[in-house]
Nanobody, 127 residues
Framework: VQLQASGGGLVQPGGSLRLSCTIS????????IGWFRQAPGKGREAVAC????????RYTDSMKGRFTISRDNAKNTVYLQMNSLKPEDTAVYYC?????????????????????WGQGTQVTVSS
């Protein structure tokens, strides 16, 4: 299983970025993809997650309204649209896949639930 995250970069406060995560080699009929981030000197925190079968999604409260997670199953790609970026959004952003016990199981916002991880993409918000 390979996850390739891309789309990071340097952006000014208030700007936008769209991150992409392309998944290959994952053969389960349904699973979840999560976005996490890790700022310098801090632990990894959940950003959002989405399920491949029904598109159900969840967000960390502080990112609701600014970040939008979406998926394109045909391309095996999940996106994270980030708007109104703030300096505190600066972090390495990771995508990861999580097994779901049942099709109706919600995606989880817990790092330990995720099995495979991408390499991360750096997002820097600075003027």
């Amino acid at each position: 299983v390979q996850l390739q995250a891309s789309g990071g970069g340097l952006v000014q406060p208030g700007g936008s970025l769209r991150l992409s995560c392309t998944i290959s080699g994952f053969t389960r009929d349904y699973y979840a993809i999560g976005w996490f981030r890790q700022a310098p000197g801090k632990g990894r925190e959940a950003v959002a997650c989405i399920k491949t079968n029904d598109g159900n999604m969840r967000y960390t409260d502080s990112m609701k309204g600014r970040f939008t997670i979406s998926r394109d199953n045909a391309k095996n790609t999940v996106y994270l649209q980030m708007n109104s970026l703030k300096p505190e959004d600066t972090a390495v952003y990771y995508c990861a896949t999580s097994w779901l016990p049942r099709p109706i199981s919600p995606c989880r916002m817990v790092e330990a639930s995720y099995e495979y991880w991408g390499q991360g993409t750096q997002v820097t918000v600075s003027s």
